[in-house]
């Protein structure tokens, strides 16, 4: 099974300031077959269902704020919050989806400072 | 508007059975992927199972094989999680999931969400 691990396990950073979230892959998520590399970004609020904010490591889902953004290729990959809102305040999970079982990262929790 | 409601969840001792359901709408329904994904209290996410569009591929965690059946009924729209043997680690929020994307497209991920479903397994 491929293991992704998530760096920090939690941040505080000021209100308009960047966030920056790493994730890492135990094997590369770049499938040969479309050249796309297979993360994905969700973002958790107490209370709510988990919402995707980015897949294939870079596209945005529909509706979500182009201050989110991911990035990356193979086995290292990145989100980024360029000017953190307080709407923002949650727990940011990556997830593999280029085998089964497909596998979330452990979790960053984002708070204001 | 693309609608999944879980059901089936609750209060259930060690070594029990529970069958979870997703009724869905507002979406082709044979046309998806579905997935169970759950959280436990206090942890993060851990993906269950999924389930091709014709069930004819599913996929479970390791934790789960053995115990853990998911299927679905195109006809009624609606996707479950058959679950026994349960154990105090299976307590968590269940949630159905439908991929991004329908079939032909390669690399879809799970993009909408239900609201989940609580399922306490305790003695």
């Known amino acids: 099974d491929i293991v992704m691990t998530q760096s920090p396990d939690s941040l505080a950073v000021s209100l308009g300031e960047r966030a920056t979230i790493n994730c890492k892959s135990s094997?590369?998520?770049?499938?040969?077959?479309?050249?796309?590399?297979?993360l994905a970004w969700y973002q958790h609020k107490p209370g709510q269902p988990p919402k995707l904010l980015i897949y294939?490591?870079?596209t945005r889902e529909s509706g979500v704020p182009d201050r989110f953004s991911g990035s990356g290729s193979g086995t290292d990959f990145t989100l980024t919050i360029s000017s953190l809102q307080a709407e923002d305040v949650a727990a940011y999970y990556c997830?593999?989806?280029?085998?089964?079982?497909?596998?979330f990262g452990p979790g960053t929790k984002v708070d204001i400072k | 508007e693309v609608q999944l409601v879980e059901s089936g969840g609750g209060l259930v001792q060690p070594g029990g059975s529970l069958r979870l359901s997703c009724a869905t709408s507002?979406?082709?329904?044979?046309?998806?992927?579905m997935s169970w994904v759950r959280q436990a209290p206090g942890k993060g996410l851990e993906w269950v199972a999924n389930?091709?569009?014709?069930?004819?591929?599913?996929y479970y965690v390791d934790s789960v094989k053995g115990r853990f059946t998911i299927s679905r009924d195109n006809a009624e729209k609606s996707l479950f999680l058959q679950m026994n043997s349960l154990r105090v680690e299976d307590t968590a929020v269940y949630y159905c999931?439908?991929?991004?994307?329908?079939?032909?497209?390669?690399?879809?991920?799970?993009?909408?969400w239900g609201q989940g479903t609580l399922v306490s397994v305790s003695s």
């Open positions: 999931a439908k991929d991004v994307f329908s079939v032909g497209v390669v690399g879809t991920t799970i993009g909408t």
């Open positions: 507002g979406f082709t329904f044979s046309s998806y992927w």
């Open positions: 389930i091709k569009q014709d069930g004819s591929e599913k």
């Open positions: 094997q590369s998520l770049l499938s040969s077959s479309n050249n796309k590399n297979y």
């Open positions: 294939w490591t870079s």
């Open positions: 997830l593999q989806h280029y085998s089964a079982p497909e596998t």
